[in-house]
């Protein structure tokens, strides 16, 4: 079984200072992530992906994720957010199990920039 | 290309009610997907299909049937409307599961 948790529910920063969106997962194989960016009444986009390449990720508008393993964490980060990265970010989990497919979205994070 | 897009934009219906959302996609993808989004819960799986012709349940199917009669379509179908199906739903598609999804703008259901 597999899951995601997305350890905070709400994010704010002040525009030009980092950002950092925490996820945590659990798997029984080795499985594909993903962060999804959702701004107000819109479909998801991909902002990066991880599958079993660089640990590192780069993704758009200056977005990285780095997979560790060892704390079982895809942690989301920006080295300075702007004011159009205010949307929900979703971590999302791809697993192949004994019983087919799975797909797992955390519940989100609401990242607020204020100026 | 259109990429992913959903019919209809906002619905609503009446408890008992049927409909069926259409999703189509004009990037040849194998897999499509129904997901609903509500309120803090993220987005929950339905139903996907990984090819034409064929379906499998997702985490929260109850209510909801769905065919794939075409590759570009996947149809999702609420027999019986109840409340608890008013959501905002999303149609996605990709190449296999381990690759990223494209979304589609989303239809907003509202059951009275």
């Known amino acids: 079984a597999q899951s995601v948790t997305q350890l905070d529910s709400h994010v704010s920063v002040s525009e030009g200072t980092p950002v950092l969106l925490r996820c945590n997962y659990s798997?029984?194989?080795?499985?594909?992530l993903f962060w999804y960016v959702q701004h107000p009444n819109k479909g998801l986009q991909l902002l990066l992906k991880?599958?079993?390449?660089?640990?590192l990720v780069k993704g758009i508008n200056g977005f990285e994720a780095e997979f560790k393993k060892s704390e079982t964490s895809f942690h989301l980060t920006k080295p300075s957010a702007h004011m159009s990265d205010a949307a929900e970010y979703f971590c999302?989990?791809?697993?192949?199990?004994?019983?087919?497919?799975?797909?797992?979205f955390g519940k989100g994070t609401s990242l607020l920039v204020t100026p | 290309n259109a990429g992913v897009t959903q019919t209809p934009k906002f619905r609503v219906l009446k408890t008992g009610q049927s409909m069926t959302l259409l999703c189509a996609q004009d990037?040849?993808?194998?897999?499509m997907y129904w997901y609903r989004q509500d309120p803090g819960m993220g987005l929950r799986l339905i139903h996907y299909?990984?090819?034409?012709?064929?379906?499998a349940k997702g985490e929260v199917p109850d209510g909801y049937n769905v065919s794939r009669l075409k590759k570009q379509n996947f149809l999702l179908g609420l027999e019986s409307a109840a409340p608890s199906q008013t959501s905002v739903y999303f149609c996605?598609?990709?190449?296999?599961?381990?690759?990223?999804?494209?979304f589609g703008p989303g239809t907003r259901l509202t059951v009275t």
């Open positions: 798997s029984s194989y080795s499985p594909s």
């Open positions: 990037m040849n993808h194998e897999y």
């Open positions: 996605a598609s990709s190449w296999n599961v381990n690759y990223e999804q494209y």
């Open positions: 991880y599958t079993s390449a660089a640990t």
């Open positions: 999302v989990v791809s697993d192949i199990t004994n019983s087919g497919y799975a797909l797992n």
């Open positions: 299909s990984v090819g034409e012709g064929t379906t």
